[in-house]
């Protein structure tokens, strides 16, 4: 994968499709928000795809890495968590607990 990480409508059919060769190997994904420079509802619409899909599949999926402020108040804003998500951990926690 590229070394910046773009969840956003313009990448995410590439970005989906690189996710999936991941899935498809024995190897966990973890998504870096360290690495992501963009994030909007798709993006985010592809996270919680990931989270449902690995727990269909038993595949490992990881989020780690700070979150960048304007990305924090986008998860606020559509709802995917009640709490401020600081971090990729956090997020992950929060998707884990409501899917």
Known sequence: MNDTLLLNIEN??????E?????????DLIVDFEKCSE???AGLQLLVALIRESKDNKKKVFFR???????TQLILLFGLSEDLCLTGEELETNLKAVL
């Open 12 to 17: 995410i059919a590439k970005t989906h499709a």
């Open 19 to 27: 996710f999936l060769v991941v899935l498809d190997s024995e190897l």
């Open 39 to 41: 994030l909007d509802l």
């Open 65 to 71: 890495g700070k979150l960048k402020k304007e990305h």
